[in-house]
């Protein structure tokens, strides 16, 4: 589950800008993140009406909104700063599933021509072009999810490679996701260490036996999914001298360790966590990365 408090500092594809913008000035924009040299990848989320028969067309139109401000900032970003900008499908609140092998190959094909390596003459985020589509499934229903990765992935080429990853919750298996994570299909998991049972709380051994099931899913990396604060989720907020000690040399064991995933933004600007932890979570894997969820707008 993603924290809800942070509606006013989101966007809606369909709607207006909100009048409170105080945590978006709070935490600076998309190229701030990018600037501060902390993160490997954002996450841009969610895009989250989508399937069951609905009409795709006038959900991200760009002449009923200003997400196109987002453009310069997300080629920013991957041009000057490295940094992976991904589109998120989900999460905790919006009107998504899919009906049918062939929808699923319908929204595929809308993102790739809309966010991806395609051409559209409505492309909400303008000229950018978003390095990968992770998956947030969390509602709806659990049909057709496997369908989704395989119509996406039918549009790699060799010179342009479509990267997947998926969001699921850490109990295993993931309700909605599982059968799409077992295709094989995706590069990288970000499991939500949080706001689920499975959450570290100071249960080493039983920590590093939920992490040891995740790892062992075909994937190329799996990302620890960490509150940057305890307002940031209802529960799993792990104090950084606790994570750096206890935390850490658990998930380093593996091969698949990739870093840390930090939800969100602005809790993380309110309160360093990224600036504690950061030598730690990239230290003796040269492949590590400090990952974090960065919300510009939300598609409600």
Known sequence: MKDKKDKEWNRSWNGKPPRAKTKRYACGGLR???????????????????GGNQDLAGHCDPNTNDSTFLSNDIILCQRDYNVKVMLSLGGAIGKYRLVSKEEAREVAHYIWNNFLGGSSSNRPLGNAVLDEVD?????GSRDHWDDLPRCLKAYSTPERKVYLSATPQCPMPD?????????GLFDYLWVQF???YCRYSGNVATFEQIWNRWTSMNVSKVFLGDPASHQAAGGGFVRPAELITQVLPIVKRSEKYGGIMLLNRYHNVLYGYSSEVKNYVCSDRLSSSLSMLVRPFMVV
């Open 194 to 196: 949080y706001n689920n």
């Open 32 to 50: 701030e993140a990018c600037a501060t040299d902390n993160y490997k990848y954002v996450l841009v989320a969610f895009v989250n009406q989508f």
């Open 175 to 183: 309700y909605f996701l599982q059968p799409a994570i077992d295709t």
């Open 135 to 139: 998956f947030d499934i969390e509602g």
